[in-house]
């Protein structure tokens, strides 16, 4: 792997080395900020290794390099979130230096803590971090509610999503930072009730949250500032493996596609089916029209080897492989693993009277000895081998295929024609990666 400056926006197609928040520190420009920090915290060693340190490693922990967005300069999460908190302390400085030691010592804290995290739900509002092994092929999804990613993985890449908004970055930003703060840290803040409510009001409006403590946040002022005295570029090893960079191409290319209207959807004819279980592709036709854009990449089956490894799709019970869908097939055994579409590992196998059907993948079902009921999706049509399952809400633009409802013609003949009988009307909410919901 290359060691590079990461201040530009994430290819999909790199792999990410995790890198442990003490070592991110351990530039030259981010020692120089710790011992700044030291002095102006105002507070002994022994209460500075127990609260301010481990935040801050703690934030790399879970922020690695991702990079900062909505601003007119890049800059990582990481470099920004301590330029930012540098700011606010220096532009409170008067203010907290007349109160009384106890309490100036503890402001300083929410300051700094406060200005550290805001935003810190960035992570998971306009991306999704997939943890890969060194040649890019997905092992699982990175859940930032449930804890850092450097204790869970070696390597990650990531995927832009279409943005969950504002509402949901503050929503999920309180409990990040609930999970990055150190014990003694959230301890010493709770010995004031009214301190720990103006924390948790901060991370969310800063305007607010300070205000109430009689302190500033000048939105225009502490972005300026921090622009002015920003980190140095995190360097981190980075790469592209051969191993997958096909299948990258092809997701890349099929997105612009798609976004575009290039290829389209539930028309006769057409390679790309929206129905109630995902998005679903013809895999031969679509990805030999991939191979025919770009001369580098000759033997479709190459490519749609490496985009088995992406996870990007339903997975099998039974290996890091597609969920395929098998025409006439007398006995099939299907499961769940984790994927952008499930979290548990249920496995069960269907009777030679039972068809793939858009209930299949409930636990309820899965637990069931009813018999799985027909739901016009995949159920009632003959599957023809290796077609593919794909998360519509991995498309950044979801109008792309939400629009897709009335566009819908009737369609009699044809295997694929038989395979779409009727199109759910798709839920873009707030939980990215859930199953869509059928129409009522």
Known sequence: MSQEKISQRYKESIVYQVVPGRVLLQQSSHQEYVDWLRVASGVDEALFNETYLPLVFRFGDFVQSLPQTGLHW?????????????AL???????????NPTEQAVLRFLVFSAGLLYEVGLVATDRKVFICND???FIKLWEPLIGDIVSDAKYYKVRNIHDLGHSYMSAVTPLLAKNIMPDN?????????KLLLAWLKALVSPEDGFSDLGLDFDREKVNKAAKKDR?????????????????????????????????????DGSMAYLVQEGLLLEHERIFRD??????????????YKQFNHLGLTRLSGQDYKFEQYFSDSPHKTVGRQTSMFSIDNKIT??????????KLFSSQVLNSQEPLPHQNSLSESRQ?????????HMFINPAALGAVNSQVKPQSKGVMSRMVTRLLSITVGLSMGADILPPK
Do not use: C
């Not at 025919?292 to 089956?301: Q, V």
């Not at 196998?349 to 068809?355: D, F, G, V, Y």
């Not at 023809?384 to 519509?392: A, D, R, S, V, Y």
């Open 384 to 392: 023809m081998q290796g077609h593919l399952l794909l998360n519509p």
């Open 135 to 137: 040649k890019g092929e």
């Open 185 to 193: 840290g959230l301890v010493w803040l709770n010995e004031s009730p």
């Open 89 to 99: 302390l220096q532009m409170n400085d008067r203010a907290l230096s007349k109160k």
């Open 349 to 358: 196998t269907l009777p030679k009277s039972r068809k793939v059907s858009n």
């Open 231 to 267: 980190l140095e570029d995190l360097i981190v090893k980075t790469s592209e493996p051969e191993e997958t960079l096909a299948g990258e191409m092809f997701w890349k290319w099929l997105k612009e596609q798609i976004e575009a209207k290039k290829i389209s959807l539930n028309e």
């Open 290 to 303: 991939f191979t025919k854009a770009f001369s580098e990449y000759r033997d479709w089956i190459v490519v």
């Open 74 to 86: 890049e800059d990582s999460i990481f470099n920004y979130g301590l330029a930012r908190a540098k």
